[in-house]
């Protein structure tokens, strides 16, 4: 690979983001250089933690701080670099390689009291953001895409059994609710297609997904729409919430109102799915797409913009978003090797298996799956289910391997 891009960065290494992402790239780059400076600035602390943990913790009774493998200050010290934790990247100058920098906890958010930081390399590894529907209001509603709110959340779920409804029925919905149920807690999980992981996996595969979490005692509200969620409790934070939500209506009945449905619930999570910030992107002048990320080249990792990568949650390659951890340690190496200027054969992106972290049920995906088209049935008997995706020219682009767990077949 031609690594011409690659002299020493003047400024050095500028990672912006703390987590597992940007704690990668830093690895990588101190397995191969142990002096060039780098500079992680991140708007949390930089405290490193293993984010799939978060749909596993709540019923382990681990707390945020049981989760948190080594503070931000710790890991920087013992990585050899300069950590501005708490410090939001709200500009990128690209042709002066210059951030703009502002403190994370300022209490205004029009404070103006501005730092600056060169850099050489820019590496953006800022994550995606939850998507809050007008319906679900960001401040009544939890997300645990963040080690902070899921802390938040877990604390108010240590006081006793409660009813949590979670909105949107992907892995991360599908697998809080057996966390939260596991934990004692009584759990609607609310999706607006008829089973959970639609969005992925045919009918026949998400069908058996919904019944195992159903036999579980997860409410399960398929084909529902949440329309409002409303404090109806004095209690401030505590008080209960009302859940509104009604019937997805079809083509044929959408003129006729659909009769609406209220929950009273303690908490409500959403778990909506993710949006890639627009501010850094536009700033920076690389090309990227709200929903998949910013555009990487595929071997190399470099965005349109001089000396800018991307990395993680932020990033999509062809298209496509990857947001699993398993590809981020050979992205990582990647980024490395094309900064340092050392000969590499380029990343070369396989998708990673999928697997839903619940007991209720195994699921294990490969390829790039997606719910519609040509599905094919492999096996099929009361306790396993194998289908194959097969692509125009009939070759395999994802299986999705469905079991009953160990324990249901004993
Ligand atoms: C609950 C849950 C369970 C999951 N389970 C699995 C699993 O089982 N297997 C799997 O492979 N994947 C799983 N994932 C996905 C996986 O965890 C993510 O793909 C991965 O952690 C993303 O890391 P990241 O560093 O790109 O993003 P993030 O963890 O979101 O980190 C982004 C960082 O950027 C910082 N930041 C953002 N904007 C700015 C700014 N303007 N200035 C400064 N800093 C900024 C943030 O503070 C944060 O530190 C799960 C995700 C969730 C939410």
Redesign the pocket.
């Given at each position: 690979m031609n690594t011409k891009n690659a002299e020493t960065p003047e400024n050095g290494i500028v990672i912006?983001?703390?987590?597992?992402?940007?704690w990668h790239v830093v690895d990588a780059v101190r397995a191969k250089d142990k002096d060039i400076p780098i500079t992680l600035?991140?708007?949390?602390s930089?405290d490193r933690y293993h984010?799939?943990m978060?749909?596993m913790a709540i019923s382990q009774k681990k707390s945020a701080a049981d989760l948190v493998r080594a503070t931000g200050a710790d890991a920087a010290e013992a990585a050899n670099i300069k950590l501005l934790a708490n410090?939001?990247?709200?500009d990128i100058d690209a042709a002066s390689q210059q951030l703009q920098l502002v403190s994370?906890l300022r209490s205004d958010p029009v404070y103006t009291n501005y730092a600056t930081a060169d850099y050489g390399k820019l590496i953006l590894?800022?994550?995606?953001h939850p998507i809050f529907p007008k319906s679900l209001p960001e401040n009544l509603v939890w997300h645990?895409?963040?080690i902070e709110r899921f802390g938040q959340l877990q604390e108010k779920l240590a006081d006793g059994s409660q009813h949590v409804a979670i909105v949107g029925a992907g892995?991360?919905g599908t697998?809080?609710a057996e966390d939260l149920l596991k934990a004692g807690h009584q759990v609607s999980l609310i999706d607006l297609n008829d089973a959970p992981l639609s969005q992925m996996l045919p009918a026949k595969a998400t069908a058996r997904i919904a019944k195992a979490i159903e036999s579980q005692g997860i409410q399960f509200l398929g084909g529902y729409q949440v329309s409002a969620v409303t404090r109806i409790s004095d209690g401030g934070d505590d008080g209960k919430l009302q859940v509104d939500y009604q019937p997805l209506a079809s083509d044929e009945d959408s003129s006729s109102a659909q009769p609406l449905e209220t929950l009273v619930v303690d908490h409500v999570i959403a778990s909506t799915g993710l949006t890639v910030?627009t501010q850094?992107p536009t700033a920076a002048g690389v090309e990227f797409d709200r929903r998949t990320g910013i555009v990487v080249d595929a071997t190399t990792l470099r965005t349109k913009a001089d000396n800018i990568y991307a990395?993680?949650?932020?990033m999509s390659i062809d298209g496509v978003a990857c947001?699993?951890?398993?590809p981020l340690r050979a992205q990582a190496a990647t980024i490395a090797d094309d900064i340092l200027g050392h000969d590499h054969n380029g990343y070369e992106h396989k998708p990673?298996m999928i697997?839903l972290?619940n007991k209720a049920i195994s699921v294990m995906v490969t390829g790039v799956p997606q719910a519609t088209g040509d599905w094919q049935i492999k096996t099929e008997n009361d306790d396993e289910l194998i289908m194959e995706l097969l692509g125009d020219d009939d070759t395999v682009s994802a299986t999705a391997t469905i079991k009953a767990p160990a324990t249901a077949k004993a």
């Open positions: 912006i983001g703390a987590g597992l992402a940007g600035i991140t708007a949390d930089g984010k799939p978060l749909t410090t939001q990247v709200t994370a590894a800022m994550g995606a645990v895409n963040h892995m991360v697998e809080i910030d850094l990395i993680g949650d932020c947001r699993y951890v398993a990673p697997r972290k």
